[in-house]
């Protein structure tokens, strides 16, 4: 098996290098492969016949999608062939909602984001609050030391967690991938994950070799991941071929797990109960580094440039990919009207405690950073950390039945 | 459909052995009948628009369905696929039809006058009778598989043709995308119109891809004849009224049919049919006639004697909810109509629906007054 890949990986090799150096179009004319007789019946639909009609729609590649950009990119194909109407048929088929701006559209492989810079340049900019992929560099630092005051009050913070995604570099990504890429993802990160030693040590559980109850056991523990019925990905193709080659890996004491090819290659999760913050970010970075020095023992390595940090499908995860968060208690706050003001100038986002797009359940709030890209692992925490200490601070106040401030807005990106 | 060709030639890097989907909880007619010989066979073919293998099979992939409802797990994404992927679909079609052969041909009549009878089935129990069926035109790619702009011109064709329609026929357009909310849940209460699907047999499939965009649902002025734009299928068109005249309806549906044939031929895009598999649509299932002939009838005591399913069996018809496919009856009403669509004309099939409907009805009757039907169980159709 390693050596098929090495030698398709030797062919694809300098695609792949010039992907990621970013040289878009030498990488698309490299290894372009296409039947002609396809390739001629597309032409005889021009691309103005073939443009989406997005006047119902609120999302950003909606927002960003013109009939020229189109026009220029209909034809193009990544050196896997994925194509632009790909990428955008999940922003096609999901209009959206007036209030929550989705994104729209999913990179295929990580050619997708040179070959189609046209439009995902502008969405990324759009959903990173002005991030510039043309002209700005994206900080990677996991240096969990840095941290300060990350131990937060346990009788208002239930549970800390901190995740990210990586994408193994030579395999296509979760929309696009194949049944044999998808298992060959499953088996190097499995090979990688049985390395791991000490309190990181633990096992692999198929999905398909689960059985219900125990697959219902991962679920109500909030670690494991369900087929996606949201519509977002289903029209991304990323429940193709449920359950194959997915599966969950965690350590014996459950608070380091990875989810495998899910909505990106792997999910990586640290999590424990209480307010220790630190220690699940320490946990994170230590596990992180391991497992990227594991498989490149073996000659992999993670999707990863200088513009656009960690690579994953979906551009909203661009830069670290992470998002730290708490289970928090806030009856006080979150009633008051600030509420929503303070959390929008302390850079954060609320969900409920099932994850995205859930409600809160009590007065128990899931509050995480809304940055992925343009600030580091470590700066993000901190913001998180701050944050957190900052509700809770309020909170409190509240309860004594002082008043309490809305902080100004923090920084978007440093220069 | 969008992983198609694409991602094709790439795959072929990577052994039969590895790309081979694991169908070891699966129950459709796709996962009975692919071995990793035909998969290996067929994986680096494509029809000239550029369908594979992987795209004709995904949906049976994804859906491994249930032990007792077995699905077609497979369908077309242009009219070629039938001839591309042969080895994988003639023991398909052999399978969900009745066992019929590579070989044998298929035989079109859309000759009204040809149906005995159907104009007398009791009203009191036969609330109303409904034929449909479905139409491919030429040239274009299937729903799996076609893009916005093939999808606009099928509706731009269509809307042209049935425009153009006179007399009992006259009627008008209404786009799904310029509809309002109360006329399209007015018109699905009528039981005109087709919601954006939500089963993952069809979008699983492609089949919901760009929803609104050049869907729509055609009707006459009299509501009795329609036609749907662009959802499972290019064209279904619909016949329809209350009450039992089945005759009527079929008249009105051959006649409505051929008109609107010969106006797709004047523009040299004809329907889609060879002399083998009858009509080419996108599910293997509707080959043939893709012809659904039924009524809406109250059966509230035969539906709970012990035989019904096997009454139902031998008269070659198949029970469904008045909600239709995959919907349960409701107050002992049922959707009755023909189980067979290839292998036997359009005339035959109505006349199965027609004669099975009035035997059922007299057995209806029978149990009501106390009186026993064993002796009226039809032999074997």
């Known amino acids: 098996m390693a050596t098929q890949f090495t030698r398709m990986l030797a062919g694809r090799n300098t695609a792949v290098v010039l992907a990621s150096l970013g040289a878009g179009t030498l990488a698309t004319g490299y290894l372009l492969t296409d039947s002609t007789a396809a390739a001629e019946r597309r032409m005889l639909y021009p691309p103005s016949a073939d443009f989406p009609d997005l006047r119902k729609h609120n999302n950003c590649m909606a927002a960003s999608l013109t009939p020229a950009i189109y026009a220029h990119l209909r034809d193009k194909t990544t050196p896997n062939n994925w194509t632009l109407n790909q990428s955008i048929q999940t922003g096609v088929d999901n209009p959206g909602h007036p209030f929550i701006k989705t994104v729209g559209m999913v990179a295929g492989d990580e050619e997708t984001y040179e070959v189609f810079s046209e439009i995902f340049d502008p969405v990324i900019k759009d959903r990173h609050n002005g991030y510039d992929p043309r002209t700005m560099k994206h900080p990677t630092d996991l240096d969990s030391s840095k941290i300060t005051s990350g ?16 994408s193994i570099r030579g395999l296509s990504l979760p929309p696009a991938c194949s049944r044999a890429e998808r298992r060959e993802v499953e088996r190097v990160a499995v090979m990688a994950l049985s390395g791991l030693k ?4 633990g096992r692999y559980y198929s999905l398909g070799d689960m059985n219900e109850r125990e697959q219902q056991q991962l679920i109500d523990e909030h670690f494991l991941f369900d087929k996606p019925v ?15 080659a997915r599966g969950i890996w965690h350590n014996n004491q459950k608070n380091f797990l990875i989810w495998i090819n899910e909505e990106d290659h792997t999910r990586i999760i640290s999590m424990e109960k209480g307010g220790n913050m630190k220690r699940v970010f320490e946990r994170f970075c230590r596990g992180l580094k391991q497992v990227e020095q594991l498989i490149h023992e073996r000659g992999w390595e993670f999707m990863w440039n200088e513009r656009l940090g960690y690579i994953l499908t979906c551009p909203s995860n661009l830069g670290t990919g992470l998002r730290a968060g708490v289970h928090v208690r806030l009856p006080n706050l979150s009633k008051d009207p600030r509420f929503s003001k303070i959390l929008e100038n302390l850079r954060l986002q609320k969900r409920g405690t099932g994850g995205v797009d859930t409600a809160a359940t009590g007065d128990t709030f899931d509050i995480s950073n809304n940055d992925r890209l343009g600030k580091s692992e470590v700066e993000l925490v901190q913001l998180v950390v701050d944050g957190v200490n900052y509700l809770i601070d309020c909170e409190k106040r509240l309860e004594r039945g002082q008043d309490i401030k809305i902080p100004t807005p923090l920084a978007q990106f440093r220069r | 459909m969008p992983f198609g060709n694409t991602h094709n030639n790439f795959k072929l890097n990577f052994k039969v052995e590895d790309e081979f989907p694991d169908l070891s909880k699966h129950n459709n007619h796709m996962a009975k009948v ?27 992939v994804d859906n491994p369905g249930h032990p007792f409802i077995m699905t077609v797990g497979c369908v077309a994404g242009d009219e070629e696929s039938y001839e591309v992927f042969k080895d994988l679909l003639d023991p398909i079609i052999s399978d969900r039809h009745g066992g019929y052969k590579p070989t044998d041909k298929h035989a ?11 104009d007398d089935l009791d009203p009191n129990y036969v609330l109303s009778s409904r034929v449909r069926t479905g139409r491919s035109i030429k040239g274009y790619t299937l729903p799996p598989h076609n893009s916005r702009g093939e999808r606009r011109a099928i509706e731009k064709l269509s809307v042209e043709a049935l425009t153009s329609l006179d007399g009992e026929f006259k009627g008008r357009y209404y786009p799904l995308k310029s509809m309002t909310d109360a006329e399209q849940d007015q018109l699905i209460n009528d039981h005109f119109l087709f919601d954006k699907p939500v089963s993952p047999l069809l979008t699983c499939a492609g089949m919901a891809r760009d929803w609104p965009d050049g869907r729509g649902i055609w009707h006459n002025d009299a509501k009795s004849f329609l036609v749907w734009v662009n959802e499972e299928d290019h064209l279904r068109v619909i016949a329809m009224e209350g009450g039992g005249n089945m005759r009527e309806v079929f008249r009105r549906f051959c006649v409505g049919l051929k008109r609107i044939e010969e106006i797709f031929k004047k523009h040299n895009h004809g329907f889609m049919w060879n002399e083998h598999l009858g009509y080419v649509l996108t599910c293997p299932s509707n080959l043939g006639t893709g012809l659904r002939g039924g009524v809406h009838v109250k059966l509230p005591k035969l539906s709970t004697h012990a035989k019904f399913d096997e009454i139902l069996g031998r008269l070659r018809l198949q029970k469904r909810g008045t909600g239709g496919v995959d919907t349960a009856s409701v107050g002992g009403v049922f959707d009755i109509s023909n189980a067979d669509r290839l292998g036997s004309s359009e005339v035959a099939q109505v006349q199965l629906v027609v004669d099975g409907v009035k035997l059922m009805v007299e057995m209806e009757k029978k149990l009501e007054k106390g009186e026993a039907v064993d002796s009226m169980i039809p032999a074997q159709k």
């Open chain 1, 151 to 166: 131990v937060f009050d346990e009788r208002y913070v239930l549970s800390s967690r901190v995740r990210t995604g990586r």
């Open chain 1, 198 to 201: 000490g309190d990181l040590a």
């Open chain 2, 34 to 60: 692919l071995t990793k010989e035909i998969y290996g066979k067929l994986r680096d073919k494509q029809t000239p628009s550029g369908y594979t293998l992987d795209d004709v099979i995904q949906t049976g």
């Open chain 2, 108 to 118: 079109t009549d859309l000759n009204f006058e040809n149906l005995k009878g159907g």
């Open chain 1, 230 to 244: 949201s519509p977002l990905l289903m029209s991304a193709g990323m429940a193709r071929d449920w359950p194959d």
